[in-house]
């Protein structure tokens, strides 16, 4: 059944700890729907965000990886909840650098779940919200795409080729009404980095969720996490390149 007395926010990822405080913040009074390949356990989840004021929460199965089934998954959340206002896409891998160096089959997984299979959501999404004329869509791209090293240059190119394609998108966006916000966060510090050595400007999910939602809420185009990785950015490609493959992932 369709809930037309709320908007409708829906988290690519619902296990993302960025994800589900990004929902937090911006999801009062919404119907949020969080996906997941496997869409059990989440209750934590869910009861954070209904505690955080969501009007309803529910849990959809979504195979990121199974493009196929992308556009019915679509189908299946706007007939039950309505049009989509607000996408986020916080689903992604890490990876394995050493083993994608040498295992094409890896390396090509971390790049299909980190750009082709959000290149191809992002298009199912624009279209949708362009056809209605609203919407907004938050996508995570990352400093390792700014200039990409060589000690985990997998995903760096995965994440390079992501916020290109999201930055032409939001271009042809531009006067159709649908909004996209490009969040490039530095090192962060969660579940998916565990067990590594913080980089400096490392920051925390909380943290990163609450710049998206200022950046949202100002109506911004791109928000670097924190702030000073971006004159960061800019200073790294004036590094030569003898020193650069020597940097640190």
Do not use: C
């Amino acid at each position: 059944m369709k809930d037309t007395e709320s908007s409708v926010l829906v988290v690519f990822g619902g296990r993302s700890e960025i994800g589900v405080e990004l929902a937090a913040r911006i999801g009062a009074g919404a119907t949020v729907i969080l996906t997941t390949r496997d869409n059990t356990d989440l209750d934590p989840q869910v009861a954070a965000l209904r505690a955080a004021g969501a009007r309803a929460v529910h849990v959809k199965a979504f195979d990121a990886d199974d493009l196929a089934s992308h556009t019915a998954v679509l189908d299946e959340l706007i007939t039950e909840h309505g049009g989509i206002d607000t996408a986020v896409l916080a689903f992604g891998i890490l990876g394995d650098q050493a083993r994608a160096e040498v295992d094409a089959e890896h390396a090509v997984a971390i790049l299909h779940t980190d750009f082709v299979a959000q290149a191809h959501l992002l298009t199912l999404l624009a279209t949708r919200m362009r056809g209605r004329g609203r919407g907004q869509i938050v996508v995570f791209s990352s400093i390792a795409g700014a200039r990409v090293r060589r000690a985990n240059y997998v995903y760096g190119s995965a994440k390079a080729g992501l916020d290109g394609f999201a930055a032409g998108l939001a271009d042809a966006l531009h006067g159709s009404g649908v909004r996209l916000l490009i969040v490039r966060p530095g090192f962060v510090i969660g579940r998916m980095a565990a067990g590594m050595e913080p980089a400096p400007f490392a920051s925390t999910p909380p943290q990163v969720a609450a710049a998206t939602a200022r950046a949202l809420a100002r109506g911004r185009g791109a928000v670097w996490v924190p702030w000073q990785i971006r004159p960061l950015s800019f200073a790294m490609r004036f590094v030569p390149q003898a020193i650069w493959r020597r940097m640190p992932r």
